[in-house]
């Protein structure tokens, strides 16, 4: 049998002391029952080392990837991650990085409550991307001259160019419902 390492731990010998009397009598080094006990400790394991750090899943700093994504799609930023729970899944042209992304679920209440404004999507396209930068202008001048009502133009720094696709699918996720968006990257 094991020695007892930490007070949570279900080792053999503690799940001994679970059982009944007369089976406890019973358990002897090299016996069936012995084999069980050390069966049940190695099926437990897991489950003690899940809990011992159970805190850090829930931490979206700490989370492993996968449950990172998972919670993400908690806080309804699923669009922006390839869930795949199995471990497999690749990084698409229109998902953020798990370092940006954590910064995203991290930031998720605070986010939720000024989603569908200007505000909003300016500061998750900064923080989706790691970039700064970008500017937003409501209402700009058409080719007439006038301003265009329920229109924004999202002006871009030239290095999000290489995000294009997540860039536009942030911009048409987060906008304004009833806004009409045109995004141009700046070439300076």
Not at 98 to 116: D, F, P, T, W, Y
Request: glycine share 6%.
């Amino acid at each position: 049998m094991r020695t007892r390492t930490s007070e949570a731990e279900m080792d053999s010998a503690t799940i001994a002391k679970l059982l009944p009397e007369i089976y406890r009598e019973a358990v002897r080094p090299g016996t069936v029952l012995d084999a069980m006990l050390a069966v049940m400790e190695s099926c437990l394991s897991p489950s003690e080392r899940a809990l011992s750090s159970l805190d850090a899943w829930f931490d979206p700093r700490r989370a492993p990837d996968d449950f990172l994504r998972l919670l993400a799609t908690w806080i309804s930023l699923g669009p922006y991650v390839d869930v795949d729970f199995g471990g497999t899944a690749k990084r698409s042209r229109w998902s953020i990085d798990s370092g940006n992304l954590r910064e995203l679920v991290v930031k998720g209440a605070a986010l939720a409550r000024i989603r569908g404004t200007r505000d909003g999507l300016l500061a998750i396209l900064e923080i989706a991307t790691g970039i700064k930068g970008f500017e937003i202008h409501e209402n700009p001048p058409g080719e007439n001259g006038r301003p265009q009502p329920y229109f924004f133009r999202v002006r871009a720094p030239a290095s999000a160019k290489i995000l294009e696709d997540l860039v536009a699918r942030i911009v048409e996720r987060e906008k304004p419902a009833f806004v009409s968006v045109e995004i141009e990257y700046l070439d300076y």
